[in-house]
């Protein structure tokens, strides 16, 4: 069975009567240290600690492309090195110039990613979540 692609024309009426948008997410990983030095020392996180992130990339679009992506998740790949390059195995307090909490994190990371992805990508950031362990996680969300 060969594979054929479809115009926009066709991916666009592929289900039609549909309304709404699409939305898919991406996970990236790194392992990184902290010290949330604001925080009172007798505070465990105010100690040097680490953590193996992840962060969470949702983005959505009204329309899907050509290829029926919202964004093609091989066009994130700029995002896993920016993250692999800057941050992994690095104490954060050395690379950020902000107090390095998840909520900070996640929203330099999700401006970083419209100032830099964006642009050349089909899809919208929603949200950037960024999770310190499997039960704990920040949320920015795109005004």
């Given at each position: 069975?060969?594979?054929?692609?479809?115009?926009?024309?066709?991916?666009?009426?592929?289900?039609?009567?549909?309304?709404?948008?699409?939305?898919?997410?991406?996970?990236?990983?790194?392992?990184?240290?902290?010290?949330?030095?604001?925080?009172?020392?007798?505070?465990?996180?105010?100690?040097?600690?680490?953590?193996?992130?992840?962060?969470?990339?949702?983005?959505?679009?009204?329309?899907?492309?050509?290829?029926g992506f919202v964004t093609d998740f091989g066009e994130l790949a700029p995002f896993g090195e920016f993250l692999a390059n800057t941050f992994d195995h690095r104490v954060l307090n050395e690379v950020v110039s902000f107090h390095p909490t998840s909520e900070l994190l996640a929203q330099h990371l999700g401006q970083w990613f419209i100032e830099h992805l964006e642009p050349n990508i089909h899809g919208r950031l929603v949200s950037m979540q960024v999770s310190e362990t499997e039960t704990s996680y920040a949320v920015w969300e795109r005004n």
């Open positions: 069975m060969g594979h054929h692609r479809l115009d926009r024309e066709q991916i666009m009426t592929t289900n039609p009567g549909a309304s709404g948008c699409h939305r898919i997410a991406k996970t990236f990983g790194f392992s990184a240290s902290h010290q949330l030095w604001q925080l009172p020392p007798e505070h465990k996180c105010s100690r040097d600690h680490g953590h193996n992130y992840t962060v969470t990339v949702v983005l959505t679009a009204d329309s899907l492309d050509g290829n």
